[in-house]
């Protein structure tokens, strides 16, 4: 990015494209989303997965782009210039974005601890993946490394934003087509494990009986998550363009890249949870310990294994830096604090949340305190972050956006920006206009509502 007339632009149309995809790249696709599609029942939840993607996360996204590019401004100034009403739907993003980023940079730790992992100790590691995972989280003890390196991946994603994100465009010029050449290769040889075919029927097996209102809340969480939608950092990082880059391809290509990433992910993941028989109790130990049994049956595995985690790192870093940074710019955009004190004071937060939520997964078990009411059962903590981000306050994000965009600003008005003031084509526009006014509002909004009255927001 350079700066021109105070306002910093990308360097290129790849720097966007790669920069957009990088902050939606992350453990979101290779962290949670086979665990989802392995718990929601395969196939059938690869199918809705990619409908909602396709109908609901490209207008969203394309909403999210447009109100960016049209006032050229972060989230909050976006929605202020264009009805100074709704000011407030972006502060709701910030929210979000800041409770995820409490959690997501210990989970990029957790990617370092395995970089470190598995040039040391490799051994261990394949030993027994599992017990080495949850040993990594305090099985065994206070999770001193976790809690460490938890702490340093915080601290680099804070370095990074105060020095600017110029470095992480170039590196992900770089980083983001190599990682997607390693997962190809790893997901090849996953397939062709032995054993490797029971799961490969399982993703392709299409029972739609699996599919209840969780499996639908799920995908739709999982979707704008793994999207970066419903908090305003594509509406950020589409303030940087100008009226010449083409939002209608922008929003196409990087919504093919990540759900190719996410589905590589799961090509990679489940068929080695058959057959290594390293069936995670948690969601979270997939990337962790289900992939040991990849690494181990490959020539050269504890090298490839390393680059893996460090390209998950780099992927997650990708991501929290584009977190991170819509709640600091906040911060002192709209509340007028220096800069500085804001990283500093959002840090230390992030810090006293991270550590609750990693000492919470294993070994204060507060996983086992629940809050019962109304026979609907809250884990206090632990998942609670996510079930509160990705199947609430997202969708909820996603919902406003949409809403604003279908009936305050008007879906004309976004169609002008997309086709650039009808320079670029936009054939898909009265579809767009269609669905922006009246299929997500009532989708998102209907299953939001139905996940909380029936208790369908907690699985
Ligand atoms: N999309 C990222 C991932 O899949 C996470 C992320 C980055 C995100 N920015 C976001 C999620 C904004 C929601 C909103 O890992």
């Known amino acids: 990015m350079s700066t021109t007339e105070n306002r910093v632009e990308f360097s290129s149309k790849l720097g966007f494209i790669l920069?957009?995809?990088?902050?939606?790249?992350?453990?979101?696709n290779i962290w949670k989303f086979p665990g989802k599609a392995y718990a929601c029942g395969g196939g059938a939840f690869l199918i809705i997965y990619l409908i909602i993607v396709a109908v609901v996360g490209t207008s969203v996204m394309m909403a999210e782009f447009t109100i960016g590019r049209k006032t050229h401004k972060g989230a909050v100034g976006a929605l202020r210039e264009l009805n100074n009403k709704f000011a407030w739907i972006g502060g709701l993003g910030v929210l979000t974005g800041f409770i995820i980023v409490c959690y997501y940079c210990q989970v990029g730790g957790w990617a370092m601890y395995y970089i470190v992992a598995y040039i040391t100790d490799v051994k261990t590691v394949w030993a027994d993946p599992m017990a080495y995972f949850l040993g990594m989280l305090?099985?065994?003890?206070?999770?001193?490394?976790?809690?460490?390196?938890?702490?340093i991946f915080m601290l680099l994603t804070a370095i990074i934003i105060s020095y600017g994100t110029a470095g992480i465009e170039?590196?992900?010029?770089?980083?983001?087509?190599?990682?997607?050449?390693?997962?190809?290769?790893?997901?090849?040889?996953?397939?062709?494990?032995?054993?490797?075919?029971?799961?490969?029927?399982?993703?392709?097996?299409?029972d739609f009986s699996t599919i209840?209102?969780?499996?639908?809340?799920?995908?739709?969480?999982?979707?704008?998550?793994?999207?970066?939608?419903?908090?305003?950092?594509?509406?950020?990082?589409?303030?940087y363009l100008s009226r010449e880059d083409n939002l209608v391809s922008n929003t196409a290509i990087v919504c093919t890249l990540d759900t190719l990433v996410a589905l590589f992910a799961g090509f990679?993941?489940?068929?080695?949870?058959?057959?290594?028989?390293?069936?995670?109790?948690?969601?979270?130990?997939?990337?962790?310990?289900t992939l040991a049994g990849v690494f181990m049956a490959i020539p050269g595995g504890q090298f490839i294994g390393m680059l893996f985690y460090f390209l998950l790192f780099f992927a997650a870093i990708t991501s929290s830096t584009s977190i991170l940074e819509g709640c600091v710019a906040?911060?002192?955009?709209?509340?007028?604090?220096?800069?500085?004190?804001?990283?500093?004071?959002?840090?230390?937060?992030?810090e006293i949340v991270g550590i609750l939520y990693v000492l919470s997964q294993v070994y204060m078990n507060l996983k086992g305190i629940w809050i019962s009411r109304e026979g609907i059962q809250f884990p206090i903590f632990g998942d609670f972050l996510e079930y509160l981000t990705d199947r609430l306050l997202l969708p909820l994000g996603a919902f406003l956006t949409t809403f604003f965009v279908g009936w305050i600003w008007g879906p004309d008005n976004s169609i002008e920006?997309?086709?650039?003031?009808?320079?670029?084509?936009?054939?898909?526009?009265?579809?767009?206009?269609?669905?922006?006014?009246?299929?997500?509002?009532?989708?998102?909004?209907a299953i939001i509502v139905a996940g909380m009255v029936f208790g369908m927001a907690i699985s």
């Not at 770089?174 to 040889?189: A, E, W």
């Not at 995908?219 to 939608?229: D, E, K, N, P, T």
């Open 19 to 28: 920069s957009a995809a990088g902050s939606a790249v992350g453990l979101g």
């Open 268 to 289: 990679m993941i489940i068929p080695a949870v058959f057959a290594t028989g390293i069936a995670p109790g948690m969601g979270g130990a997939f990337g962790f310990a």
């Open 417 to 445: 920006e997309a086709t650039g003031g009808g320079r670029n084509k936009f054939a898909l526009a009265p579809a767009y206009k269609f669905i922006v006014k009246f299929v997500d509002p009532i989708a998102i909004g």
């Open 170 to 206: 170039k590196m992900s010029t770089i980083l983001m087509p190599i990682l997607f050449l390693v997962l190809v290769g790893l997901m090849i040889r996953s397939c062709t494990l032995p054993g490797a075919d029971e799961g490969l029927a399982y993703m392709f097996n299409v």
């Open 212 to 239: 209840n209102g969780t499996a639908i809340l799920t995908a739709l969480g999982q979707a704008f998550f793994s999207l970066s939608l419903g908090m305003g950092v594509m509406i950020t990082y589409a303030s």
């Open 138 to 151: 305090g099985a065994n003890g206070f999770p001193v490394g976790a809690l460490v390196w938890g702490f």
């Open 330 to 350: 906040f911060l002192v955009e709209e509340k007028g604090f220096e800069r500085k004190k804001a990283l500093v004071g959002c840090c230390v937060i992030m």
